[in-house]
Nanobody
Framework: QVQLVESGGGLVQAGDSLRLSCAASGQTFSNYAMGWFRQAPGKEREFVIAISWSGKSTLYADSAKGRFTISRDNVKNTVYLQMNSLKPEDTAVYYC????????????????WGQGTQVTVSS
C-alpha cells in the first residue's frame, strides 16, 4: 500500500504560479512512477504530467507543456508539480497517483491515489 497526500492548492489569479506537493508513505516510493491528474466539475479525470521512478523520464499532456514541470525527491518521498502561467481552465481538483508499471497517461495505469487538492484560477 502507498498513501498519498497532496497539498499546496488554493485560489490564485490568472498568470500566477503554484506548486503542489504530494507526500508518499508506505511502500518504497522510488519503486513507483508518479503522475498528476486533474478533474474539473462535470468532466472526467484527465492526465496532466508524470515522472519515472528515477526522475529521468517525464510525460506531459499538451495542456501542461511549457507551463508545468514535475519533479521528485526520493529521499523526502515527495513529488512536486510546479504550475506557471496558470489559466482559468486549469481550475480543477488535482490528484497525485502512483504506478507500479511505469509512466502512463491513463487512470487505469495507476494503483494508488491521493484525496486531491483544489486549484482555482480566477480571471
Amino acid at each position: 500500500q502507498v498513501q498519498l497526500v497532496e497539498s499546496g492548492g488554493g485560489l490564485v489569479q490568472a498568470g500566477d504560479s503554484l506548486r503542489l506537493s504530494c507526500a508518499a508513505s508506505g511502500q518504497t516510493f522510488s519503486n513507483y512512477a508518479m503522475g498528476w491528474f486533474r478533474q474539473a466539475p462535470g468532466k472526467e479525470r484527465e492526465f496532466v504530467i508524470a515522472i519515472s521512478w528515477s526522475g529521468k523520464s517525464t510525460l506531459y499532456a499538451d495542456s501542461a507543456k511549457g507551463r508545468f514541470t514535475i519533479s521528485r525527491d526520493n529521499v523526502k518521498n515527495t513529488v512536486y508539480l510546479q504550475m506557471n502561467s496558470l489559466k482559468p481552465e486549469d481550475t480543477a481538483v488535482y490528484y497525485c497517483a502512483a504506478s507500479r508499471s511505469g509512466l502512463g497517461r491513463s487512470v487505469s495505469s495507476y494503483n494508488y491515489w491521493g484525496q486531491g487538492t483544489q486549484v482555482t484560477v480566477s480571471s
